[in-house]
């Protein structure tokens, strides 16, 4: 991996947007969590769709950012700065776009799973109202 040279008062360098790990602990559970609903006849189907999504979501994902990095360096570079400021701009934006993607996820995966949380404890309460009240 490499890295970009900074100011003095840094000790080590900024890593480039596609040399940081990018969810090596995440994966697997989250491939987990994705074949988790599959039918076992499914699972291939379940497998290849979890799979091509995250390759294309990661591809795509870099394209954006390192475009948005390159456009925002240029953009300093023709303004006067110095190579190393014009790449920490870019990185900059790249960085502070990923993290509000990155929020904004989360929020939509609070959102979207908390009710077919709360309705499999609702319905599994139920259940368990249902079995004592027959007894």
Same mark, same amino acid.
């Given at each position: 991996?490499? !890295?970009?040279? *900074? #100011?003095? $008062?840094?000790?080590?360098?900024?890593?480039?947007?596609?040399?940081?790990? =990018?969810?090596?602990?995440?994966m #697997?559970?989250?491939?987990?969590?994705?074949? /988790?609903?599959?039918?076992?006849?499914?699972a291939?189907?379940? /497998?290849? &769709?979890?799979?091509?999504?995250?390759? &294309?979501?990661?591809?795509?994902?870099?394209?954006?950012?390192?475009?948005l990095?390159?456009? $925002?360096?240029?953009?300093?570079? $023709? =303004?006067?700065? !110095? #190579?190393?400021? %014009?790449?920490?701009?870019?990185? =900059? &934006?790249?960085?502070? *776009?990923? %993290?509000g993607?990155?929020? %904004?996820?989360?929020?939509?995966?609070?959102? *979207? &799973?908390? #009710?077919?949380?709360? $309705?499999?404890?609702?319905?599994? !309460?139920k259940?368990?109202?249902? /079995?004592?009240?027959?007894?």
């Open positions: 991996m490499w !890295t970009a040279p *900074v #100011p003095s $008062r840094a000790a080590a360098g900024v890593p480039p947007p596609t040399g940081a790990p =990018h969810g090596g602990l995440a #697997p559970a989250a491939a987990g969590l994705a074949m /988790s609903g599959a039918r076992e006849e499914d291939g189907l379940s /497998s290849g &769709l979890y799979n091509t999504t995250a390759q &294309l979501g990661s591809a795509g994902g870099a394209a954006v950012l390192t475009a990095a390159a456009g $925002r360096s240029g953009a300093a570079s $023709r =303004h006067g700065s !110095t #190579p190393t400021e %014009a790449l920490l701009a870019g990185y =900059h &934006l790249a960085f502070g *776009v990923g %993290a993607l990155l929020v %904004a996820a989360i929020a939509v995966a609070v959102v *979207v &799973l908390r #009710p077919a949380r709360e $309705r499999v404890l609702v319905s599994a !309460t259940a368990r109202q249902q /079995s004592v009240e027959s007894v």
